[in-house]
């Protein structure tokens, strides 16, 4: 992580869950982290906690991704303020229990214009960053499961699974292009499987039903960690874990898939 230090990290869906743990573990690693969100009273009480325990400073800024007027407002103070954006970690997401054929037209927009037209917009902006001051970055993209195996989760879930795979190609597509601009950035796309976060329990599910399989924001964080301090000539292309090996169990008929319990211990590239 020493290259790293000093350098700017943008995280967005930052005020709770991973993208929580993620930005206070990039903080006590040294970078300064923009953390955005909607509830900015959420990232304050963050900023608060992380500089209390940990005596570093984040910067909390309020955003909604569903705004490409507000994701160009953070890039911009970030240009302002230090020069640009050098890690950035698309984290927001939502999730819908919307069913394709049964769904509303509003719920299909809502989870494409989050969980892809937003890390699009957002990973376009770092891409131009890092073009204008021509050095290196890491885009990570907050994937999942789902992303690679459609029936790891309920069925009324089809178009939240639809919206990964679409990151799982755009992280691929993201790279070629990178390659092809002549681009000094990585792009690394993380697939858990389920993760014990306030937006898994508003969809429904129970500590019974997680039955302790589920990953935590920490693992999340150690995996994001672990992808930044790999050597700079080595790419890590798709961390997917689960909760032993690199096949997925499915459990309580075929709900969930298992998360990971030592997640740097186990490494999987597409290549």
């Known amino acids: 992580m020493d290259r790293w230090v000093s350098k700017v990290a943008l995280v967005t869906g930052a005020s709770v869950g991973i993208g ?3 930005t206070k573990m990039l903080a006590q690693k040294g970078m300064r982290v923009i953390a955005v969100a909607r509830r900015l009273e959420k990232l304050e009480e963050l900023a608060a906690r992380i500089k209390r325990e940990h005596k570093t400073e984040i910067y909390p800024m309020m955003c909604d991704v569903c705004k490409e007027e507000d994701i160009l407002r953070v890039f911009k103070w970030a240009d302002d303020k230090f020069g640009g ?4 970690v698309n ?3 939502t999730v819908s ?5 049964d769904g509303s037209t509003e719920k299909y927009r809502a989870i494409m214009e989050v969980n892809v037209i937003a890390m699009a917009i957002c990973s376009r902006e770092m891409s131009r960053s890092i073009k204008k001051r021509k050095t290196r970055g890491h885009i990570i993209n907050m994937n999942s499961i789902m992303g690679h195996y459609g029936e790891a989760m309920v069925v009324s879930n089809s178009l939240y ?3 990964k795979y679409a990151v799982t190609g755009m992280s691929h597509s993201l790279r070629h292009e990178m390659i092809a601009a002549k681009l000094d950035i990585k792009v690394t796309s993380i697939s858990p499987g389920v993760v014990d976060t306030d937006m898994i329990r ?3 599910v129970t500590p019974e039903m997680l ?7 920490q693992d999340i964080a150690d995996a994001m960690i672990y992808v930044l301090s790999a050597p700079s000539n080595v790419e890590v292309r798709l961390f997917k874990y689960n909760y032993t090996t690199f096949t997925i169990f499915l459990i309580r008929e ?12 186990h490494l999987h590239t597409d290549e």
């Open 254 to 265: 075929d709900m969930f898939a298992h998360g990971a319990a030592h997640i740097c211990k």
């Open 97 to 101: 229990n919307e069913s394709i054929i």
């Open 202 to 204: 508003d969809f429904g």
């Open 91 to 93: 984290n927001a997401g």
């Open 211 to 217: 039955r302790g399989n589920s990953l935590q924001g």
């Open 20 to 22: 929580a743990q993620v």
């Open 161 to 163: 699974s639809a919206s």
């Open 85 to 88: 954006v050098d890690v950035l």
